[in-house]
């Protein structure tokens, strides 16, 4: 036993040790922090938001919110699904168990009803400021979906977990606007592709502006407000990620004796 | 001079420190038998290697600026501007996928974990391999 930890010790020793040392002062990472940047990372900077190099443009401000819509779509169109199929896969994990409403008051006293329900629209308001501004400033849709999907849990906690039932905000209807948050984001994939189509042109799955061989795009601003295709996937994945995370915490809110017989039947 | 050894000693006491966290999360994930502790040391892990990767992406110059274009619309002086004092925002676009990947595959480790608790009674690695069919040996 006292060797298996000295042996324990020794390789974490040896490990910190080793790495530590081929990173600082052996620099095998290059030298950190970089005082230039990557000519990977001077692209993106350089064509992010240059409105007289249009065919290169993303026309975002924000860059990472370029890169993940813009650069690397798919990427971040299969990291969604993802998500969504690992809500799914625990939601299959939990079927058949389902709590009905045994009558009575279950939530927490007045004081925390009256103050959730000041604090609740403000949480809301700010979540949905930080899923349109995802291209202007740094959020996105994740940032908001995972922002808004705390009004749920508070309600969840402070007014007992039948209420978001009660107010029609079922677990399927949340499966629903899951599902439809994803088919958004892919629709908005191919909506440059589709206007291409129609229009006889040629145009490219994730194009968000025009290209030089595609000259297809979604306008650049809407109002003044930076858009493309770049706002209407933050719309989708905000309420992809809500839904989403209230599925989640509707289920382990399930108490664990009702699971239990669920599983196990009443004896 | 001084400033920017002090700077460099500064950053290397972070990595280190990271590397220690991800030392002592793997000691998690490979030695413990719980199976809520290697979650745990999972999810450091994971945030340990994400905060590395924005690490690697920060820039050693001053002022330094996050990668968003404070000028709408921009002069090409201002996106000069930018590149001379943004920090790299590949990393930043990496880790949030990666975040989100993480998450979606905690989420399905929490709820297997908590179904083999109703399951076998106990969440210890060893215990349940001697369980079979629901039943102790």
């Known amino acids: ?267 | 001079m001084a400033s920017i050894n002090l700077y460099m000693f500064t950053f290397s006491i972070v990595v280190i420190s990271l590397i220690v966290n991800l030392a002592i999360s793997l000691y998690g994930v490979l030695v413990k038998l719980n199976i809520v502790k290697k979650i745990i040391s999972l999810t450091i892990l994971g945030d340990s290697a994400n905060t590395f990767a924005i690490l690697v992406g920060y820039r050693a110059t001053y002022p330094v600026s996050p990668p968003v274009q404070v000028n709408v619309p921009p002069s090409p002086s201002d996106v000069l501007h930018l590149t001379e004092l943004s920090v790299d925002p590949l990393p930043q676009a990496l880790v949030l996928t990666a975040i989100v990947i993480g998450l979606a595959i905690n989420v399905f480790l929490i709820f297997l974990a908590i179904q083999t608790y109703r399951l076998y009674g106990t969440l210890n690695m060893r215990e349940i391999a001697g369980i079979k069919g629901g039943q102790h040996e």
Not at chain 1, 120 to 142: D, E, L, Q, R, W
């Open chain 1, 1 to 267: 036993m006292l060797l298996r930890r000295l042996i324990t010790v020794s390789v974490l020793t040896a490990f910190i040790v080793l790495t530590s040392y081929t990173i600082t002062v052996l620099n095998v990472l290059g030298e950190l922090p970089p005082r230039s940047l990557r000519p990977l990372a001077f692209w993106f900077l350089n064509t992010s938001f240059t409105p007289w190099l249009n065919y290169f443009s993303a026309m975002a401000p924000e860059t990472v919110t370029a890169i993940l819509w813009d650069y690397r779509g798919l990427d971040t169109l299969f990291e969604t699904a993802v998500f969504y199929f690992a809500i799914i896969a625990s939601i299959a994990l939990f079927r058949g168990i389902e709590e009905k409403h045994g009558g009575g008051y279950v939530g927490l006293s007045k004081i925390v009803r009256v103050v959730s329900r000041v604090l609740i629209p403000v949480n809301i308001v700010v979540a949905a400021s930080i899923a349109i501004h995802g291209t202007i400033t740094p959020g996105g849709g994740f940032q908001a979906g995972s922002a808004m999907a705390v009004a749920p849990l508070i309600l969840i906690i402070v007014f007992s977990r039948f209420f978001l039932k009660e107010k029609g905000l079922s677990k399927n209807l949340l499966i629903a606007l899951r599902g439809a948050g994803l088919v958004g984001v892919g629709v908005a994939s191919i909506l440059a592709l589709a206007l291409g189509l129609l229009s006889g042109g040629y145009a490219f799955i994730f194009q968000n502006q025009p290209k030089e061989a595609a000259p297809i795009g979604l306008p650049p601003d809407v109002l003044g407000f930076p858009a493309g295709t770049l706002l209407i996937f933050n719309l989708f994945e905000f309420i992809a990620v809500f839904a989403g995370f209230t599925i989640i915490f509707i289920l382990l809110s399930i108490p664990e004796d009702v699971a239990r017989e669920a599983l196990h039947g009443k004896h």
